[in-house]
């Protein structure tokens, strides 16, 4: 792959999944790049409008994206606030913002780094 350790993804599964092209899982988290902070921006909105319903869709939503990436700490937070939006009001979350917000900018940078760096390195 390349020579930087990544402390919020972990690429590798997705590359032995695409057969170890790194160019398919390159694409794949381009694809991340391009759609996850838009549905995080409806999370975050969904969190301070306390709409339970909206939150379950885009946890439910950016939390696949995640897995998808190897984001297993951002993955989790969201199952949590998800699980948690079915039995408490949405606005619960609110004191895990800062952190989700922290985190996704952290795995969101990440990711922009593979995308960016990893067809020049190979």
Known sequence: MNDHRYQHINPEPLLEAMGGDAAACRHMFGTFAQSAPATFTRLEQA?????????KREAHSLKSMTALVGAGVLTDMLKSIETQSRAEPPVSAQPRLAELQALFA?????????????????
Do not use: C, P, S, W
């Not at 969190?47 to 939150?55: F, P």
């Not at 940078?109 to 190979?122: F, I, L, N, S, W």
């Open 106 to 122: 952290d795995v969101a940078a990440e990711v922009r780094h593979y995308v960016d760096q990893v067809g020049v390195a190979q």
């Open 47 to 55: 969190i301070h409008a306390d709409d339970a319903g909206q939150v």
